[in-house]
């Protein structure tokens, strides 16, 4: 298990360190889960480093998904993302279905709500995501239009969903997920438009917001490999083309035995970086339910893996945020779309931290990084 900060777990527990001490002690000496008693006198540790503070501190973006429900509903859940996080991704809030359910029928209220808790905290927005191949309303997937009618609907799309957060979102995931294993993956925009739609998409999503930072997001190519090289040649291709493209989004979904190995991803980030292009870790989270070892083991394993991508990340300049894909337990895709229990993320579902809420704190810690404004 990671070494635990003291004096960020105080933070957790509000006890006196001495009283702390004392009480893990007596946990690894015992070996046993000490109920912790209220304390009989509170003692405000002082100010302990939160994620956001120590990411503050080094220019950086530590960042989460939001689930717009659990954020108007969850006392807990604001409080830790207010605390902890200086950057949020609307789950889903600001997807194509979500956000335009009828042709020429927006509706943003949700996405409103995340934006304006957002700009409350002084927290970046990514704004996730403008094309997509899943995730489309019915009136899309179920019509029939021409070449020309899906050209005008994808443009007015995002014209309109870009120009409403100009100013609030500076950051959106054009588009996301356009890659198969190596070729492009069919999509009705593939299919309906070609491959263009790519370079459609950023050049409307520019027209829009001129000074917005525009990013290709994906899964499954944040090492070295096949499907890696391909995001790498089809990035290539576009800024050479004079494509408005400005970063690449390296989803980083994995889990504790399927994860790409740390020295690929730091060498992915850097051929991306060569390119002059930003990098950003933008959906992590690490599943736990195809390990069958003792809980506490698959919760340092995990840590590890928090701990590793973070510093990778932190290790190049042009790697600017790392973002989980939710903070909380209680909140994951990952248990509805697997049908299994999973605890994939650095709070367990009381929002308590967990081993690899303290990795990342160490690692933040440790970084001598002062980034660019
Ligand atoms: O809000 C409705 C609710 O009213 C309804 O009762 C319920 C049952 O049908 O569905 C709810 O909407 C669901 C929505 O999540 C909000 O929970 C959708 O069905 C469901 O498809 C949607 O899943 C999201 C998925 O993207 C598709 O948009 C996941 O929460 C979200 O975590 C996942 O995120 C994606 C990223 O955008 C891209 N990278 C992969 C990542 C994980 O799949």
């Known amino acids: 298990m990671e070494s635990v900060n003291l ?23 015992t070996g046993i889960q ?18 956001r503070s120590l990411a503050q501190s080094r220019r950086f973006y530590i960042g989460t998904t939001v689930n717009v429900n659990a954020l108007r509903d969850e006392a807990a859940y ?9 950057m949020v991704t609307p789950e889903v809030s600001m997807k194509f279905s979500e956000t335009e359910p009828q042709r020429g029928i927006f509706t943003f209220a949700q996405a409103d709500y995340i934006v304006a808790f957002a700009q409350a905290h002084q927290m970046q927005v990514r704004g996730h995501n403008l094309v997509w191949y899943t995730d489309l309303p019915a009136w899309l997937t179920n019509g029939k239009f021409t070449r020309a009618e899906l050209i005008t609907m994808l ?28 070729t492009l993956r069919d999509s009705i925009w593939l299919r309906g438009i070609g491959p263009e739609y790519i370079d459609m998409a950023f050049q409307w999503a520019r027209e829009a917001n001129p000074q917005a930072r525009l990013f290709y997001n994906d899964y499954g190519g944040e090492g070295l490999g096949r499907k890696s090289d391909a995001i790498y040649a089809l990035v290539k291709g576009m800024l050479q083309r004079g494509v408005p493209l400005d970063g690449v989004g ?15 991803v730091l060498a992915n980030m850097q051929r991306l970086a060569a390119l002059g292009l930003e990098v950003q870790i933008t ?3 690490v599943k736990t339910q195809d390990d069958a070892r003792p809980m506490q083991a698959k919760l340092a394993a995990q840590a590890q893996l928090y701990g590793e991508m973070l510093q990778t990340c932190l290790s190049v300049t042009a790697c ?36 690899a809420y303290f990795a990342l704190v160490q690692a933040l810690s440790q970084s001598t990084r002062v980034g660019v404004k």
């Open 250 to 264: 390296l989803q980083m979904h994995i889990s504790l035995n399927s994860y790409p190995n740390q020295k690929d």
């Open 34 to 51: 000490t109920p912790i008693a209220k304390p009989a006198l509170t003692v405000q540790p002082a100010q302990a480093p939160t994620l």
């Open 283 to 285: 959906e992590m989270d």
């Open 78 to 86: 604001s409080a830790t993302l207010a605390r902890e996080f200086n």
């Open 7 to 29: 004096e960020v777990l105080q933070r957790f527990i509000r006890l006196p360190g001495i009283l702390l001490i004392l009480g893990i002690a007596a946990c690894s000496l």
């Open 155 to 182: 443009r007015d799309h995002i014209i309109t969903e870009v120009k409403r957060y100009r100013g609030q979102v500076n950051i959106w995931d054009v588009v996301n997920e356009a890659m198969g294993d190596g």
């Open 320 to 355: 600017t945020a790392f973002v989980m894909w939710g903070f909380t337990d209680a909140h994951s895709w990952i248990p509805a779309f697997t049908g299994r229990p999973d605890y994939p993320l650095i709070f367990d579902a009381l929002y308590r931290p967990k081993p």
